[in-house]
């Protein structure tokens, strides 16, 4: 009885992992059916990684606002679209430093946000409507830029800050010393990051016993370290046999890492669960309720930034189309990794691998080829099913 406990015990606690594994299993299984090949070869795990970083990226800024409440942010496509249309015109037609188009970029990311987030906050305007209306002006923003038309080619050293791979540096075909070098370093890195998520874990759990929290079973937390040591040694090596590890990865852990450290061990990062929880409450013990929904969005405008800085490196290009529908896959993928339609529940963690999940479906649909109004259908019903498992997990615990 007590192994059966420890094993529903684990599966609860990494539920999206597992789900995120069996579709993995399901897809390979289904391409080898079907004789398209593996799911999993190097090129592709590393293909999926540079099509869905924008989703990561989207996904961490979405959850905060996610968690004030359930509330969401429609126009974080169209920022993507407005954000490559300014690097694309800055970098490409005035020839501006990349680096200063970058942080003009930025800034312009953070001003966007900042302008939305001051009508919600402190105007109190719903942030439905609000960022409803940021999601028409400001395509129409990017539109204008563009005039329509697609810029494009991006200078070669602003492509390597988001399309290149470490250690190699350049995309072209590898010897074999280089070949070998990389698939060592990246074995390497894999290892590293396994050793100090173990150390992490086992420290954390020991501090929060010592402080009298709640804390999981032994059993399992080794579950977990087994489960995800064993996913990020098989990435490595995947990795390793293409071309190394991309830097646009390098740029999603520093993302995923900073606003989880921040979101779970910072006082202000607690805050915005204490808001999403019950916002009088919050209000009453002490909270800058009006702060806290202020800084969400901005961050929105901010991470949009970025991944349209990203988006214009992966495609070359800055382009209308840029940005199409992006805000529902960063939703999409907040709700798949956990986070509550009512606020106040997710993380970071949970929205990469909802993330990782919906890249994969995305990826492996292609590869089947399945219709994309049949992707659509299926991506669609995949996030209701999150949310009414949420909401059914709800009744049931209150229950």
Not at 127 to 133: E, R, S, Y
Not at 153 to 163: A, G, V
Not at 268 to 288: D, Q, T, V, W
Request: hydrophobic share 55%.
């Amino acid at each position: 009885m007590k192994l059966l406990s420890t094993i529903m015990d684990t599966v609860k606690k990494n539920g999206m992992l597992i789900a995120l594994i069996g579709v993995i299993i399901l897809f390979q299984i289904l391409l080898l059916v079907n004789g398209k090949g593996v799911l999993l070869n190097p090129a592709n795990v590393s293909n999926i990684i540079s099509q869905n970083a924008y989703v990561v990226i989207l996904a961490t800024g979405m959850l905060l606002c996610i968690l004030t409440g359930g509330n969401i942010d429609l126009s974080v496509g169209a920022v993507v679209c407005v954000i490559g249309a300014v690097a694309g015109t800055l970098i490409c037609n005035m020839g501006v430093n990349i680096y200063v188009a970058i942080a003009i970029s930025l800034f312009l990311g953070i001003a966007i946000g900042a302008w939305q987030a001051f009508w919600i906050a402190y105007v109190r305007i719903p942030p439905f409507i609000v960022t409803l209306a940021g999601f028409l002006y400001w395509r129409g923003v990017g539109l204008l830029i563009l005039n329509g038309l697609t810029i494009s080619p991006f200078p070669d050293n602003y492509l390597k800050l988001f399309t290149s791979f470490l250690p190699a540096s350049k995309a072209a075909l590898l010897t074999p010393e280089e070949a070998a070098m990389v698939k060592l370093v990246t074995m390497i890195v894999g290892l590293v990051i396994c050793l100090i998520f173990i150390v992490y874990q086992i420290t954390d759990r020991a501090t929060k016993k010592k402080k009298g929290y709640d804390t999981d079973s032994f059993a399992a937390m080794i579950a977990r370290m087994v489960i995800i040591s064993a996913v990020v040694i098989y990435a490595a090596w995947l990795l390793g046999q293409h071309k190394g590890i991309p830097v646009v990865l390098v740029i999603l852990a520093v993302i995923v890492l900073g606003y989880s450290y921040f979101t779970a061990k910072t006082v202000p990062g607690r805050h915005f669960y204490a808001l999403g929880g019950n916002e009088k409450a919050a209000r009453l013990s002490g909270i800058n309720t009006q702060r806290v929904m202020f800084f969400a969005y901005t961050n929105m405008g901010f991470l949009a930034a970025v991944a349209g800085l990203v988006v214009a490196g992966r495609f070359n290009s800055a382009n209308p189309a840029a940005g199409n529908l992006y805000e529902l896959d960063a939703i999409g993928a907040c709700f798949i990794g956990g986070a509550s339609a009512y606020g106040g529940t997710g993380t970071v963690g949970g929205a990469v691998i909802g993330a990782a999940f919906m890249g994969v479906l995305n990826n492996g649909m292609s590869y089947l080829g399945l219709d994309a109004n049949w992707q659509k259908t299926v991506k669609g019903l995949v996030v209701l099913f999150a949310v009414v498992f949420d909401v059914l997990s709800k009744e049931n615990r209150k229950k």
